[in-house]
């Protein structure tokens, strides 16, 4: 069961067409993406490889 606190930290992953909620219990409530190593890099490589194609 998820209490009060624990909706306030949830959030929706900003991953694109990942759409998965989190439960965001960092300190500061950065974080962006349901995985690190998953949606976290792919926003990365994409955001890099959007950077090249409009040059
Ligand atoms: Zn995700």
């Known amino acids: 069961m998820l209490t009060a606190s624990d909706c306030d930290r949830l959030r929706e992953c900003a991953g694109v ?6 439960l965001d219990f960092s300190r500061n ?3 962006r993406w349901c995985d690190m190593e998953d949606c976290g890099n792919r926003a990365k490589a994409n955001r ?3 950077r090249k194609q409009k040059k």
């Open 17 to 22: 067409g990942c759409g998965w909620f989190f």
């Open 29 to 31: 409530r950065s974080r």
């Open 48 to 50: 890099h490889y959007d």
